[in-house]
């Protein structure tokens, strides 16, 4: 049902039957449920502490920025440079200036909008044939002019409040869009230190085959020299060798690999075009720093994809009172202004004109659509709600698991150390004792593998200490400067 007014103020009402009693009732039964249709509160309570060691006190570390607790100047350079150049994160910032665009002009709709339009013709008759006709106003040839100006306004009338929630649902899915585009920051710094430490984990694991390469070098010469003087069997110097072509063999192997985690990280870093030379990874690690203490409550405000998530609840929140409002009646305003010039041989005439008229358009035939347009966006509110709780979830396990297995990993190396002094005093003693025919081949080989063994697992334990205090920085909430989003 529509009602439109026109500038003298009289009133013409159109409908398409004769009787809208039962329509007024059906759109009152819209109204009424579109009352009941309200988010529900999430369920994101979580427990009072982790099941975990406690960190270092909270505050001792700056979450925003922990890969500078690691102290490792490189790893810092890095980091910044992929912030900076990375393209997941450049991507995201575009993603972020969409939305604020789309946030501006889903509120400019609400304002008047209009144009001005002006044209102009010049036409120029000549008769040439039949009776020629000159009076004002109408000339079989000659010159005439047209021009027209004008200027339209439409101003959509907004009592119930539309532009409010239009604004309150854009603002909220640009605040999700920006928490997006934290999270791929801090995704990126974790990634960009991952692979660093993969790097240096390579390049211990290298250097440790240089060094097996070197022991099964130096044994071979010690066999090579026993086996000439009668005091060893010809065969040990050959096994040895098969043993030292193993050792030169895995040297290449992790030359190659150590080449390509260089590439990934100049690749994260936005330095595709430099050589991997431009790279320095030291075969040394230090210790995994400590995790501040924090409480799982925090994570509502630590995690960007948790805030995220919340924020995506409140857009969905202010399209669902839209579907709502869309039962109510909408007032349109529309004034305008015009002019005209006429010129003909003989004739000109000027005109102005101003109109001011308004409409009424109230649903009726498009009920049952605007109800199935709002249970679709009732689903979706929900879907938002379901995932929030989601998110929630996840951060927490993701937050328990990463501080649980990080003391693990601590415990492991700490074992694996003494381990490993352990094996190095024995394969020393069973090598002195071969170079003086006190220890047979059998026994120094197996006091070397098992020197190796442990040496390789204390490197891969350092190395996945490392690499899970990445992820428990980031699983807490860290990489992004959350007191910036303070108030929101």
């Given amino acids: 049902m529509q009602v439109l007014f026109n500038n003298a103020g009289s009133k013409s009402l159109t409908t398409m039957f004769r009787r809208t009693g039962p329509y007024a009732v059906l759109s009152a039964i819209a109204v009424a449920l579109t009352a009941c249709a309200t988010p529900r509160k999430a369920d994101v309570s979580l427990p009072a502490a982790y099941e975990a060691p406690a960190g270092v006190?909270?505050?001792?570390?700056?979450?925003?920025?922990?890969?500078?607790?690691?102290?490792?100047?490189?790893?810092?350079?890095?980091?910044?440079?992929?912030?900076?150049?990375?393209?997941?994160?450049r991507t995201a910032r575009s993603r972020l200036d969409e939305v604020k665009a789309q946030r501006t002009?889903?509120?400019?709709?609400?304002?008047?909008?209009?144009?001005?339009?002006?044209?102009?013709?010049?036409?120029?008759?000549?008769?040439?044939?039949?009776?020629?006709?000159?009076?004002?106003?109408?000339?079989?040839?000659?010159?005439?002019?047209?021009?027209?100006?004008?200027?339209?306004?439409?101003?959509?009338?907004?009592?119930w409040g539309r532009a409010l929630f239009a604004y309150r649902s854009a603002n909220a899915e640009v605040d999700r869009v920006r928490y997006a585009y934290e999270t791929a920051r801090a995704q990126i710094a974790a990634d960009t230190a991952d692979a660093w430490f993969q790097a240096r984990g390579l390049a211990i694991q290298l250097a440790d085959a240089r060094e097996t390469a070197?022991?099964?070098?130096?044994?071979?010469?010690?066999?090579?020299?026993?086996?000439?003087?009668?005091?060893?069997?010809?065969?040990?110097?050959?096994?040895?060798?098969?043993?030292?072509?193993?050792?030169?063999?895995q040297i290449a192997g992790l030359e190659a690999q150590l080449q390509v985690q260089k590439r990934a990280i100049l690749i994260l870093a936005g330095r595709?075009?430099?050589?991997?030379?431009?790279?320095?990874?030291?075969?040394?690690?230090?210790?995994?720093p400590a995790v501040p203490a924090a409480l799982p409550s925090d994570l509502l405000q630590r995690r960007p994809d948790v805030r995220g998530a919340q924020a995506a609840v409140r857009s969905a929140a202010g399209q669902q009172r839209l579907a709502q409002l869309a039962f109510f009646p909408t007032f349109t305003f529309s004034p305008g202004l015009g002019w005209s010039r006429i010129e003909?041989?003989?004739?000109?005439?000027?005109?102005?004109?101003w109109s001011i008229g308004g409409s009424i358009m109230q649903p009726v035939l498009s009920i049952p659509r605007l109800l199935s347009e709002l249970k679709v966006q009732n689903a979706r509110t929900e879907q938002a709600v379901t995932a929030y709780e989601k998110t929630v979830q996840t951060a927490f396990q993701e937050a328990e698991g990463a501080l649980v297995n990080l003391?693990?990993?601590?415990?492991?190396?700490?074992?694996?150390?003494?381990?490993?002094?352990?094996?190095?005093?024995?394969?020393?003693?069973?090598?002195?004792?071969?170079?003086?025919?006190?220890?047979?081949?059998?026994?120094?080989?197996?006091?070397?593998?098992?020197?190796?063994?442990?040496?390789?697992?204390?490197?891969?334990?350092?190395?996945?200490?490392?690499?899970?205090?990445?992820?428990?920085?980031?699983?807490?909430?860290?990489?992004?400067?959350?007191?910036?989003?303070?108030?929101?």
Avoid: C, H
């Fill in 57 to 89: 006190p909270a505050g001792a570390i700056a979450l925003d920025t922990w890969w500078t607790a690691y102290g490792d100047p490189e790893l810092s350079s890095l980091i910044e440079q992929a912030l900076l150049r990375n393209p997941d994160v």
């Fill in 105 to 159: 002009g889903a509120i400019l709709q609400y304002l008047p909008q209009g144009d001005a339009t002006a044209q102009g013709r010049r036409t120029d008759t000549e008769q040439i044939g039949g009776s020629a006709a000159s009076i004002p106003g109408f000339s079989t040839s000659g010159v005439s002019r047209q021009y027209t100006a004008g200027f339209d306004v439409s101003w959509e009338l907004d009592p």
């Fill in 214 to 249: 070197r022991i099964q070098q130096d044994l071979y010469d010690v066999a090579a020299k026993r086996a000439a003087n009668g005091l060893a069997a010809t065969t040990e110097p050959d096994r040895i060798a098969g043993d030292l072509a193993q050792a030169q063999a």
């Fill in 272 to 288: 595709m075009v430099e050589p991997t030379a431009n790279i320095d990874t030291p075969p040394e690690v230090g210790q995994a």
């Fill in 344 to 353: 003909q041989p003989g004739f000109s005439t000027e005109t102005s004109n």
């Fill in 407 to 488: 003391e693990a990993d601590r415990k492991r190396v700490a074992l694996l150390a003494d381990g490993e002094a352990r094996a190095a005093k024995a394969y020393q003693a069973a090598r002195t004792g071969y170079a003086r025919g006190l220890t047979d081949l059998s026994s120094t080989l197996s006091a070397e593998q098992s020197w190796r063994a442990v040496r390789t697992q204390l490197t891969s334990a350092q190395v996945q200490a490392l690499r899970r205090s990445v992820q428990a920085y980031k699983a807490v909430g860290g990489g992004w400067p959350v007191q910036a989003y303070a108030a929101k």
